[in-house]
Nanobody, 129 residues
């Protein structure tokens, strides 16, 4: 069973940067490159929103509000997914979740949190004015 653990969330000021990590285990000889990996975020009282995805072909998709500021990447050897977040804004505040699923494409997965079967516990990002 795939297990995901996020880390790196913190409280920062507007314009600051953070790097989130998602360590994957239980991949049964596969690596994170085998999966469609994604970052979603959830605002208080809201639904989960796709932030960035990377699929098994290396294709990447971002939601419009983070384009040019966030970068998703993965280290196959470390089985770790990252989200580099720059120029953070108060509207980026939320709980960030890592997710993994087989067979999804990056653009397809961005809007389909319900198709992901494996989730981490989340890490909180707070951006203060």
């Amino acid at each position: 069973q795939v297990h995901l653990v996020e880390s790196g969330g913190d409280s920062v000021q507007v314009g600051g940067s953070l790097t989130l990590s998602c360590a994957a285990s239980g991949l049964f000889g596969a690596s994170v490159s085998t999966y469609c990996m994604a970052w979603f975020r959830q605002f208080t009282g809201g639904e989960r929103e796709g932030v960035a995805t990377i699929d098994s072909d290396g294709k990447i998709a971002y939601t419009d509000s983070v384009k040019g500021r966030f970068t998703i990447s993965r280290d196959n050897a470390k089985n770790t997914l990252y989200l580099q977040m720059n120029n953070l804004k108060p509207e980026d505040t939320g709980m960030y979740f890592c997710a993994a699923e087989l067979g999804l494409t990056a653009h397809q997965a961005l809007g389909l949190p319900g198709w992901f079967g494996t989730w981490g516990q989340g890490t909180q990002v707070t951006v203060s004015p």
